[in-house]
């Protein structure tokens, strides 16, 4: 695993260090010891795409933010993430998200923002390492208005893993880039009104206000949700980042064994999907359940 090793040394560093005034493929390669002919082999094996795309990507989600949170010029947006000039971001910038810089920042519409995962994750995932200990988790519930759900359906996914196998990994920064969602991204068990025959029961999305009417990519769907509790389960926080899947597995377990009926609730996985938000070292690991007050 030695191989994986650099490549997630690599993918640290241009996490943390791609806001450095000299940050570049060059420094990215004396920062981990490594050739660009070696990274970009690595990356190619492991990533299927070049140092140089990666760092593309990553610099032009990053950019994405800046031009919704901030009033800079798209100069300066594009200086700040290491472009030489306007019309070259722009020409990368529409490139990779099928909208000009000034587009998106006055439509705020979904695009497939670069998600940086640690390649080592893949394999911890497909490994299926996991600890079968139960965490203490908080339980608070949420009240849900009625809204909309934004969703990409799968085919034969049973879980996050063949899920990114059958429908790619983009979904995560494309749902995550819609301002308006009400929480991040999540793998969604679907309720069976959502189901069409032929799919699973797996699929992404996440929640907007009803009035929601912007454009989608080909393949999402909308549907309406009625009002609801959504009962969220959350670890701790934890240290080590390739600990996700552990934690993940203490939290759905919890969820397993909350005896509901003790504390007024009924799952009502019939009205609303099942939230699936992943984990994250600060925060821990969350899910979601659909309730109803009894």
Known sequence: MKDVNAVVLAQAYIKARHTDAKFGIESVC????????????????????????????????ESAAELLDTDQVVLDVALDCHFGSHEGYTRSFARRFFVTPKEYRKRKIAIPLFTQHPVNHYYILKGGRAME???????????????????????GATGYFDYCEEMGCQWEGLLNSIPEKFDAAALLELPDFLQTKG????????????????????????????ECIML??????????????????????????????????????????????GADPKIGARIAIPVIKE
């Open 30 to 61: 004396r920062g981990v010891g490594y050739s660009r002919r070696q990274l970009d082999r690595l990356f190619q094996k492991h990533l299927r795409m070049t140092l140089y795309e990666y760092i593309n990507a990553v610099l032009l989600s």
């Open 232 to 277: 969220y389960f959350q670890s701790g926080p934890y240290e080590n980042p390739d600990d996700f899947g552990t934690v993940i597995a203490q939290v759905l377990k919890a969820a397993k064994n909350y005896d509901f009926e003790r504390y007024g609730y009924r799952p009502a996985n019939q009205i609303a999907p099942t939230f699936n938000l």
């Open 133 to 155: 200990t139960t965490a203490i988790c908080t339980v608070t519930p949420v009240t849900r208005p009625k809204r909309k759900l934004i969703y990409l359906p799968s085919h």
């Open 199 to 226: 799919e699973s029961k797996i699929a992404s999305g996440v929640e907007v206000p009803p009035d929601y009417e912007k454009p989608l990519p080909a393949g999402y769907r909308v549907a309406e949700l009625q």
